[in-house]
């Protein structure tokens, strides 16, 4: 699976290429974590995990940071695509000025492209935040779950990400119902109070068979067994 950020607003893309990687390596502690730049690329790494053998038994998430300006990295990259695009393991591509021929190839092959160009993004609306999203499924508010949800796919969060979030309040939610204080859930006081809120619109065996079935629908996503992440979620917060 490839991700493509790119633009002239490069703080912001890389935020956004950072976010991205927080999150899915949250989503994935037993993954493989590298990221490579044009001083420390290493093929045989891209080699290794297209292959899915030897140092990467385990999922891996690869970070490319910047790496096309250097015209022979540039080149086996791009020779590689198709293969990184098809790949089960996740590579995040991030870079600040790309030809338009290079643009096309990658973009052809991404499953997911961003652009924070500078005129662009001075006339991009004000983002859904994703604790709408979260809120919405603290309160156990189904038709505003699913709206928010709408809105930040609209925005451009990728269902990877919505997944991580979804996860993450299910997971606080339980740590605060099963402990006294914020300290004993290690949790922020305003996040554990909040979370602790939520908790009387839901049992805790309720609590714990949604975050089994996130983490199911993960599992199957890289099974093959079910193919579309963004529908799955859609499902889990209408039977919310």
Known sequence: MLYFIYGEDFKKA???????????????????????????????????GLKGMGLFENKYIIFLDKILGNEKIKEFILNKIKDIAES??????????????????IEKKAQKTQEFSGNSLKREKERAKPFALTDALGKRDRKRAWTEY??????????????????????????????????????????????????????????KKMSSKLISIYHDIRKGIIEDLGLEIEKFLLEI
């Not at 991205?20 to 290794?48: H, Q």
């Open 14 to 48: 890389r935020t956004k290429a950072k976010n991205l990687t927080d999150t899915l390596v949250a989503k994935k502690p037993n993954s493989n974590l590298f990221k490579l730049n044009s001083e420390n690329f290493d093929e045989k790494i891209i080699e290794e």
């Open 150 to 207: 709408q809105k930040v796919l609209k925005e451009g969060l990728v269902p990877e990400e919505i997944h991580g979030v979804l996860f993450w309040q299910i997971k606080t939610m339980l740590l605060a119902n099963s402990s006294k204080n914020s300290a004993e859930a290690d949790l922020n006081p305003f996040v554990f109070k909040k979370a602790k809120g939520f908790c009387k619109n839901y049992s805790d065996e309720e609590l």
């Open 88 to 105: 089960d393991n996740i590579f995040i591509l991030l870079e600040e000025e790309v030809d338009k021929k290079t643009l096309i190839k």
